[in-house]
């Protein structure tokens, strides 16, 4: 246990925090007659952004506050890549499909003459950059689609289990931001539904985020290809087909969010332009409400990045944000711990 | 509080509905030394249909037994139509829609002299039915697109606040079938995470499960048309298009709970065909499983209808369900109550 010197907003009546604090505080530490209370967000240094998330949980489970929301309400919505887990140098889900068609390369020899295989095989990334979206969507198809479902989850859980990062030399999941699953824990305790709203694939992201980051696999939204209902030796199967069935990125997001979930979110979570529109959908509700970006400015423990980067581009929404008063992550100043492992 | 002899299932140890009962039965009932306790599935007569749902929550939800099964992977999946509330003499979306085009009229003359809307607006039964299928699309998309989802929400409370169903002249949501309001209850209260999964459109079902059901908007899955993000006078907005993006029916039901929830059941509720595919993919799962359909054979109390149905015809199910000997309500012998007002 931490003890912090500003601990008025935890003192909310009626949270579910501040009960879960009372039992907490109810243990030998109350010798004394002072309370002390766990701090539920220890990577995240005091400061403005820190304050803006504690005090807006206070006042929307504050059941005396004319801001509070109703616990069957508080949705919140998370992007993956560069908010919940790191996206450079590539988009993790980029070395699985890399890997991928490595691995397929003895079933398919036809590949040793066609690009962008052809550049895969010879990890040639000049190449492979120059195949453009016609050669990403073909990559992404080869390696996603023609399975299972079944097969794909065990695909996913293999590579991930063997798979390193090419700068950390650790498994991918390693690379999940600590000052993030503490707040994503911190809104659940306080009654929040947590959930994923990527333009990552769903069935790649779907068979760790419960371990990961305590997201059950039904509040995870993505991007989709189509799949089909058949049946063989008597017993039925979903085959994924090489055909995009929904694209959850930009002004998708929303729609995603309505698709899947059906609510508006009360608070939403981005790094890039990708998430502006959850953000601007997440604000136009009514009541309060929290945005926040993530702005990757630590090139010493993680990657420094925005308006120029091709990964992850955070140019209109930093504006955005900027004008309308949302939280802003500065990485290198708000969070004293990025990975678990630091 | 209901007395009944069989009451050896549910003292399973380790169930959480055993440890409700405890709660329940530590009050003044205790008083003599006998245990009573609530019957959580009173309008279900006694027989071989609820000993079997009861027998499999009982295994599935005892830390014990083999065939326990955690709390995460208790998904239980429910047709709505037919299964949830009754779907005669035509599915309820249809009276909507029917409704929706009348109320719309006004604003379309041209429609006094095209079909199908000149057979609705002069209520000529047979040139509706008449019209097809691309009939049918035709009033689907303009009794349910070209407004904002917010709209949409309005326009579906609404309807259901005044609309009456042509034989028991009351609201639709009055038209539930109290033994399943009282089955998912139970579920729940055992740790299941219950789901429609339903061929009607996801956005005239959401707005009212919560209240009649206990299902929350983020756990039903069903039928859609495509949506865009736009923004106007500064604010963004959902609009619904004039095209149709997934059919949640028959082999479309595996595919949207892999789509939705990306979990497979280990329970499945329903009423018709269109159910078959739903049910034949939980029962491919591993370990205990439960499949049920629900047979209309009461004429009196609601209607009786199966093979020859146009509406929720139930043929090949009702054929595979003897076969693989999956649990079939006779509606007439295993309800002793069909709607909560009766």
Redesign the interface.
Known sequence: MLFRNNMRPYFGLGSSYFRTCVLLAMGPSMLGGSAVLADPLPSWNEGRVKQTIVEFVRTVTDKSSPQYILP?QR?ATFDNDGTLWAEQPMYFQGFFALDRIKALATRHPEWRDRQPFKAILENDRKAILTSGEKGVVEVLMASHAGVT?KDFEVIVKEWLSTAKHPRFHRPFTDLVYQPMVELLAYLRENAF?TYIVSGGG??FI?PWT?KVYGI???C?VGS?IK???E?GDG??F?TRLPDI?FIDDG??K??GI??????RPIAAFGNSDGDL?ML??TA?GEGSRLMLLVHHTDAEREWAYDRQSPIGRLDKALDEAKRRGWAVVDMKKDWNRVFPFQ
């Open positions: 069957e949705i479902t539904k769903v069935e779907r419960e059950p696999a039904e995870v989709s799949m089909k209902f049946t017993k039925p979903l069935d002004p998708g929303p729609v309505q698709k899947f979930i059906g609510r529109q601007q959908w136009a």
